[in-house]
Structures are given as structure tokens and as C-alpha cells.
């Protein structure tokens, strides 16, 4: 099992960046399939960016692909989410989820989750 927390959230204007961190324990995440979801004020949980665990495979959801930047410094058992051109649709909780080799976009893929981190963006 592992214990993820994510960090870095907070309140950002539109156009802003911020770096989303989420810090594994327990296991170490190489080769886990590691990932971002966000759930808006709403919304259902959505798929954001995920990461191979070699760290050259990546794959984002249109909604953010060209904005934000998923990786991971597995030395540190640390992925990040950089996040760039922040918009108001942004608004959510940011979560991490670490899953096996098979994990693609959908949340049941994943056993392993952080309690979140808020991020808000105002207009």
C-alpha cells in the first residue's frame, strides 16, 4: 500500500502557475502508473494527466493538455503537476493516485490515493 499527499494548492488569479506536489510513502512509486484527478464544485471526479513509470509516457486530458505538466522524480517518490495559464474551470481538488502497470483514465484503476489539495483560481 501506498500513502500519498499532495501539496501546493492554494489561490491563484487567472493566468497564474502553480505546482501541485504529491509525496509517496510506504512504497516506492517506480514503475507505478502514477496520476492527477480534480473534482470541481458539481462536478464528478475527472481524469487530468498521467505518467508512465519510466517518466516518458504521458497522457492529459484535452481540458488541460498544453497548460499543465505532468512528472515525477522517482529518487524522491515525488510526481508533480505544473500548471500553467490557470483559468476559473480549474477550480477543483487536485488528487494523486498511484496504480499498476494497466492504469489508464479511470479512477477504479487505481487503489492508492492522497487526500487532496484545493486549488483556486479567480477571474
Known amino acids: 500500500q501506498v500513502q500519498l499527499v499532495e501539496s501546493g494548492g492554494g489561490l491563484a488569479q487567472a493566468g497564474d502557475s502553480l505546482r501541485l506536489s504529491c509525496l509517496a510513502s510506504?512504497?516506492?512509486?517506480?514503475?507505478?502508473?502514477m496520476a492527477w484527478f480534480r473534482r470541481a464544485p458539481g462536478k464528478e471526479r475527472e481524469f487530468v494527466a498521467r505518467?508512465?513509470?519510466?517518466?516518458?509516457?504521458?497522457y492529459y486530458a484535452d481540458s488541460v493538455k498544453g497548460r499543465f505538466t505532468i512528472s515525477r522524480d522517482n529518487a524522491k517518490n515525488t510526481v508533480y503537476l505544473q500548471m500553467h495559464s490557470l483559468n476559473p474551470d480549474d477550480t477543483a481538488t487536485y488528487y494523486c493516485?498511484?496504480?499498476?502497470?494497466?492504469?489508464?483514465?479511470?479512477?477504479?484503476?487505481?487503489?492508492?490515493w492522497g487526500q487532496g489539495t484545493q486549488v483556486t483560481v479567480s477571474s
Open positions: 510506504g512504497r516506492t512509486i517506480t514503475r507505478y502508473i
Open positions: 493516485a498511484a496504480g499498476p502497470y494497466y492504469s489508464t483514465i479511470y479512477a477504479y484503476e487505481y487503489a492508492n
Open positions: 505518467i508512465h513509470w519510466s517518466g516518458d509516457s504521458t
